[in-house]
């Protein structure tokens, strides 16, 4: 029996999506829908969402959900239909994704990042009927032409021309009344990143997003008194589920911060007595960089949860020096798992810092080599993920389906290892891996050297093209001391790493790498930069 599964409520083997056999949770929530009524059923005064000046206990959230819906319905969405939410972190991206719930449609959050091709693209391959999106983003949105399944464009914040009002859409009739929904449906679509091609639709189910929530419930022990903040898009896989879902699995309270900025966190933080979030590394960071930390009441922070790149050393030393109740948890996930697949036991972090954590409750991992075969622990391969919160594939795309999909498992495209314990180690993506000369390096096992330093803020190693080796070590890195040289960091690495995994060349900035939404380095993008410096 796994570490969390002796921990978590009894689970059996069930058939989902099809033919898939997969562990669940005996009792649990059938529905998004469901969850949010046992959360008025059971705290209706309780506080669940907080954004800026505006607060709502759950009864008050249930009321807006139910109004919204009923506006909805009234536009003729119904049960299956697809809602596109172009919306920064606000309440009503909250309050817009219960009531769509309630309808039985289904959501599709768009990044407020994207540019009109990639929204054309994303509504008409999804079919959305209806568009709810911050005015200042109108400008953006495609023509009718170009998206002619949607009927409807709901403007939040403002007026837009063509659009009717947010407030409008509150008017109308109330609707009372849940569409019943299976646990198998499709509750959200969530489109990747697309590194390789098309955005892919990766389709969460009620089956998929309860389990995670259940598993974010259970690890990190979270109670209705607990209070999280937000600061992570609501429109990616980490804002939808350990934000709103875990929330709304504990009967929690909900603080939504519309950006982050190390400096408006740490306030927010010690005015709301947060208790927990999940943030990317980068942004401990930052905080921990900011002159007056000190200076904030965070002694209500019990817990906090981080993923996207391993947590450094020294970042994790700094917070137990300076917040000593707070216990860090490592948490591994994608898309295409509706968020965790491994989580890290808090009090193991330090002891297993290289390793994301154990197979959640009612999940499976695997590590195989490039004929699908299990490889013995220890060994590195890919990384195959299986469980009810796996999601069965993707919208309209059964070749992208069939080709990242097999008897169940989602094929990552991480490079890891198994320990014999079950402890998961990820050392990279596999496209992202550099050959040379015959040997692999892989860039998380160079960053976290170069996270060690003082005078590092962050790092991302990519690889080079080389006519000889193949490919060389190259690092970019961002600093908070300018004077340090790349000699300097060279002699570093070399102190702690094999030589052949030693950067050659460096390019130093103060300026923080990019990032996408979720908090994860663009190595893509890294990579375009340095060969365009090189020509």
């Known amino acids: 029996m796994g570490y969390w599964l002796d921990r978590a409520p009894p689970t059996q083997l069930e058939t989902h999506y099809g033919d898939r056999r997969v562990r669940c949770f005996v009792e649990r929530p059938a529905s998004v829908q469901a969850m949010l009524v046992e959360a008025v059923a059971q705290a209706p005064q309780r506080e669940a969402l907080v954004c800026g000046d505006r607060r709502f206990r759950w009864r008050e959230v249930d009321h807006e959900v139910s109004r919204l819906a009923g506006g909805l319905a009234a536009l003729g969405v119904a049960a299956g239909d697809r809602v596109a939410l172009l919306l ?49 983003l109108a400008a953006r949105l495609p023509d009718a032409n170009d998206v002619p399944a949607l009927r409807h464009r709901i403007a939040v914040g403002g007026s837009a021309a063509g659009a009717l009002r947010y407030d409008a859409l509150r008017a109308r009739l109330a609707r009372h009344d849940v569409s019943s929904v299976r646990e198998d449906d499709v509750a959200v679509i969530l489109y990747t990143s697309g590194t390789t091609g098309r955005p892919k639709g990766a389709m969460l189910t009620h089956l998929g997003i309860v389990h995670s929530a259940l598993h974010y419930l259970h690890a990190m022990r979270l109670v209705e008194t607990d209070r999280c903040i937000a600061s992570v898009p609501l429109s990616h896989v980490t804002g939808l589920v350990a934000m709103i879902a875990a929330m709304l699995a504990c009967r929690g309270t909900l603080i939504v911060m519309n950006a982050f900025k190390a400096a ?20 401990y960071n930052l905080c921990l960089l900011e002159s007056d930390f000190d200076m904030h009441d965070l002694s209500s922070w019990r817990l906090g949860g981080y993923g996207g790149a391993p ?35 808090p009090h193991l972090t330090r002891e297993h810092g290289d390793s994301v954590g154990l197979a959640v409750a009612c999940g499976e991992i695997q590590v195989v080599d490039d004929d699908g075969a299990a490889v013995a622990p220890g060994e590195s391969g890919e990384v195959w993920i299986g469980g009810p919160m796996v999601v069965p594939g993707y919208w309209h795309n059964p070749e992208a389906t069939a080709r990242e999909f097999s008897q169940g498992f989602w094929h990552s495209g991480d490079v890891g290892s198994l320990d014999a314990s079950g402890f998961l180690r990820v050392f990279d993506r596999k496209k992202d891996m550099i050959n040379r000369g015959g040997y692999k390096v892989y860039g998380a096992e160079v960053e976290a050297v170069l996270a060690a330093h003082p005078a590092v803020v962050e790092s991302a190693v990519i690889g080079t093209p080389c006519p000889v080796l193949g490919e060389r070590v190259h690092a970019f890195v ?5 004077s340090v040289s790349a000699d300097a960091l060279r002699a570093f690495c070399a102190a702690h790493l094999a030589d052949y995994k030693v950067p050659e060349s460096f390019t130093l900035q103060d300026a923080p790498l990019p990032r996408n939404a979720n908090g994860k380095a663009l190595k893509r993008v890294l990579r375009e930069r340095l060969t365009a410096e090189r020509r």
């Not at 961002?478 to 300018?482: A, F, I, V």
């Open 88 to 136: 920064s972190n606000r309440a009503e991206f909250v309050l817009l994704l219960l009531a769509i719930a309630r309808l039985g449609a289904i959501t599709v959050p768009l990044n407020i990042r994207e540019q009109t091709p990639e929204l054309a693209y994303g509504l008409a391959q999804c079919g959305a009927v209806a568009l709810v999106f911050d005015a200042d």
């Open 264 to 283: 408006d966190f740490l306030r927010l933080a010690a005015r709301e007595r947060m208790t927990c979030t999940l943030m990317v590394p980068a942004m």
């Open 311 to 345: 947590m450094p050393p020294p970042t994790i030393e700094r917070l137990a020096q300076k917040l000593p109740a707070l216990a860090l948890m490592n948490a591994y996930g994608a898309t295409e798992t509706t968020s965790p697949a491994t989580l890290m036991p």
């Open 478 to 482: 961002t600093l908070r001391e300018p």
